[in-house]
């Protein structure tokens, strides 16, 4: 399928389609910058006032919609810890996704050793053994663990930012190693999460349409690894845990996710020992939105030069 790439200015971006055409132009354009690992890149200014205009975008969004009731602003490092990370069930469901920082732990000896390895051109790497923490692999992860207990009266809003880690090397550069989500989670009652996401949704929509974009809402499924996997996505379909936003990113290939809003039902109540304000084990539920998947977007969408964007996207993401 031969997709119209640039609307505004043919020179804007070119006639490209594929995922390892889309990612050449993108580094040929200076917009992200290789560093010889597949999903993994650096960023230009460019491609990161992009990113912090949605960024702004949504913080002035949650503002508006906040009534009285403020998001709590939280940020985490992308590492979370070990023993909160088993309690997750993420090592069951994506085994191949999941990142762990390992560190050299050894003795004086134990160092020659791996240092001979290492000029032997040999594996060192099974020298080091497992640091507390692992790779982030969700944003609002590290979040739940730090809230057991019970909540406020009405539950809590948390507004979060961060890098998250999937290992999922590819071509697509939409499907980054490391990128940012911006969420938005609701601690609370069943009641009060499905709310939530429900409205998320619907802002979400708005917002990226405003942007230019033609966002569709999907029901969807996480990649739950191996032969089990097949029944917990089905399960999810099912129950409709999870929603995506989905918009053209890769000319030629199918829409992406730009944003996902799923709802955990008491997962992580139970998990963490988050009780609501009445006593019931706490439901949550998130929306994220991917910085760099919306940036991508608006420039497959728009072309390479903010300059030709339409008018509204320029002014709401302040490019000027
Ligand atoms: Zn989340």
């Given at each position: 399928m031969c997709v119209e790439p640039a609307r505004h200015s043919d020179l804007a971006m070119p006639a490209i389609e594929g995922y390892a055409a889309f990612r050449d132009a993108l580094l040929g354009a200076g917009l992200l910058v290789a560093?010889?690992?597949?999903?993994l890149y650096g960023r230009s200014g460019l491609f990161e006032r992009v990113c912090e205009g949605f960024d702004a975008l949504a913080t002035r969004e949650a503002r508006r919609v906040a009534q009285g009731s403020d998001y709590e602003v939280l940020r985490f490092p992308p590492l979370i810890h070990r023993g909160d990370y088993a309690k997750i069930d993420h090592i069951r469901n994506f085994p191949d996704l999941m990142g762990s920082v390992h560190t050299f732990l050894g003795s004086e000896g134990e160092h020659m050793a791996m240092l001979e390895k290492f000029e032997a051109g040999?594996?060192?790497?099974?020298?080091l053994r497992p640091a507390e923490v692992m790779l982030t692999p969700?944003?609002?992860?590290?979040l739940y663990p730090t809230a057991a207990g019970t909540l406020p009266e009405g539950g809590r809003r948390v507004d979060l930012l961060g890098f998250a880690f999937r290992h999922e090397p590819s071509d697509d550069p939409a499907r980054m190693q490391v990128f940012r989500q911006r969420e938005f989670v609701r601690l609370g009652t069943p009641e009060d999460a499905i709310a939530h996401r429900d409205e998320w949704l619907a802002r979400g929509e708005e917002l990226l349409a405003r942007l230019g974009l033609q966002p569709k809402r999907v029901v969807a499924n996480d990649?739950?690894?191996?032969?089990g996997g097949k029944l917990m996505k089905a399960t999810q379909r099912e129950q409709e845990l999870k929603y995506e936003l989905v918009a053209q990113i890769?000319?030629?290939e199918k829409p992406t996710a730009v944003s996902s809003s799923n709802y955990h039902l008491d997962h992580f109540g139970l998990a963490f020992g988050i009780r609501s304000a009445g006593g019931g084990v706490a439901h949550s539920a998130c929306i994220g939105f991917g910085l760099e998947r919306i940036a991508l977007a608006l420039l497959a969408t728009?072309?390479?030069?903010?300059?030709?964007?339409p008018r509204e996207a320029r002014d709401v993401l302040a490019l000027d």
């Open positions: 560093t010889g690992v597949r999903g040999e594996d060192w790497t099974r020298s969700a944003i609002c992860y590290p990649p739950f690894f191996g032969r890769v000319p030629g728009h072309g390479f030069d903010p300059k030709v964007w």
